[in-house]
């Protein structure tokens, strides 16, 4: 894997991202998230969640999250930044669905960690990559202690590692999934219908990948002048960490 000598295993407490709890009956939900986003949310399960993406009608990302279920509760654990985005898209459809959407205030771990280590209680994979897991882990009362200490970084770096290249606020509207490799890890092209599924969908089965995005680890700013930056680049250890739209 390119890049692997940067990941680092262990924990973090992640400040940046907010919980939305999608209240209603448990079936309801489900369809309602089904026909938007663009994960597979019958495969959830109290220990497998999924990262996801809600795009507009023309294909183009609004917002990537993660979807958990706990205690039969629909979980969204997304970046604080793009929380309203999320709420006032979803919440066009929800009076069909007799939902509603509401802030959880409870506090988010993420955990990088290898797949055959052991699973804490209440832990939620939310994507595997070769022998490589991430997850979450919700709840007032989770401590650090027991869990090797990482960096705030070092989690959204793992992330770009894994290409799983999220976007912020300021790239709203402006990609489809195919250009920042999210088809390979938040797309399901099984499950049927979701907003923006037709244009998608002609990318997969007859469209021919014009550009990617990829990690690229630099020195200086002026590194990356030719690409188009993804999100913003990340600092550890006086290397800077980028994803990078460029052509193929």
């Given at each position: 894997?390119?890049?692997?000598?940067?990941?680092?295993?262990?924990?973090?407490?992640?400040?940046?991202?907010?919980?939305?709890?999608i209240?209603g009956?448990?079936?309801?939900?489900?369809?309602?998230?089904?026909?938007?986003?663009?994960?597979?949310?019958?495969?959830?399960?109290?220990?497998?969640?999924?990262?996801?993406?809600?795009?507009?009608?023309?294909?183009?990302?609004?917002?990537?999250?993660?979807?958990?279920?706990?205690?039969?509760?629909?979980?969204?654990?997304?970046?604080s930044?793009?929380?309203e985005?999320?709420?006032?898209?979803?919440?066009?459809?929800?009076?069909?669905?007799?939902?509603?959407?509401?802030?959880?205030?409870?506090?988010?771990?993420?955990?990088?960690?290898?797949?055959d280590?052991?699973?804490?209680?209440?832990?939620?994979?939310?994507?595997?990559?070769?022998?490589?897991?991430?997850?979450?882990?919700?709840?007032?009362?989770?401590?650090?202690?027991?869990?090797?200490?990482?960096?705030?970084n070092?989690?959204?770096?793992?992330r770009?590692?894994?290409?799983?290249?999220?976007?912020?606020?300021?790239?709203?509207?402006?990609?489809?999934?195919?250009?920042l490799?999210?088809?390979?890890?938040?797309?399901?092209?099984?499950?049927g219908?979701?907003?923006?599924?037709?244009?998608?969908?002609?990318?997969?089965?007859?469209?021919?990948?014009?550009?990617?995005t990829?990690?690229?680890?630099?020195?200086?700013?002026?590194?990356?002048?030719?690409?188009?930056?993804?999100?913003?680049?990340?600092?550890?250890?006086?290397?800077?960490?980028?994803?990078?739209?460029?052509?193929?």
């Amino acid at each position: 894997m390119k890049n692997i000598d940067y990941f680092k295993f262990g924990a973090t407490k992640l400040e940046d991202v907010s919980v939305l709890h999608i209240e209603g009956e448990f079936e309801s939900v489900i369809e309602l998230l089904q026909g938007q986003v663009t994960s597979d949310c019958s495969m959830l399960s109290d220990s497998f969640g999924q990262v996801s993406a809600l795009c507009d009608e023309k294909g183009y990302i609004l917002c990537n999250f993660d979807i958990l279920i706990k205690n039969k509760s629909i979980l969204i654990v997304i970046l604080s930044e793009l929380e309203e985005v999320f709420i006032q898209e979803i919440s066009k459809f929800t009076p069909f669905y007799k939902v509603s959407i509401k802030p959880l205030n409870t506090q988010v771990i993420g955990i990088a960690k290898h797949k055959d280590e052991r699973v804490l209680p209440n832990e939620q994979k939310i994507l595997e990559v070769e022998d490589i897991n991430l997850c979450l882990l919700l709840g007032e009362k989770v401590t650090l202690n027991d869990m090797q200490p990482i960096k705030n970084n070092n989690w959204y770096i793992n992330r770009k590692i894994l290409q799983d290249h999220i976007i912020k606020k300021s790239d709203l509207g402006k990609y489809r999934p195919h250009e920042l490799m999210q088809d390979k890890l938040r797309i399901s092209f099984k499950k049927g219908c979701f907003r923006g599924q037709e244009i998608i969908s002609r990318m997969e089965y007859r469209g021919k990948r014009k550009k990617l995005t990829e990690l690229i680890v630099h020195d200086l700013p002026s590194d990356i002048e030719k690409y188009q930056l993804i999100g913003e680049s990340i600092k550890f250890e006086n290397k800077l960490f980028s994803s990078c739209l460029r052509k193929k």
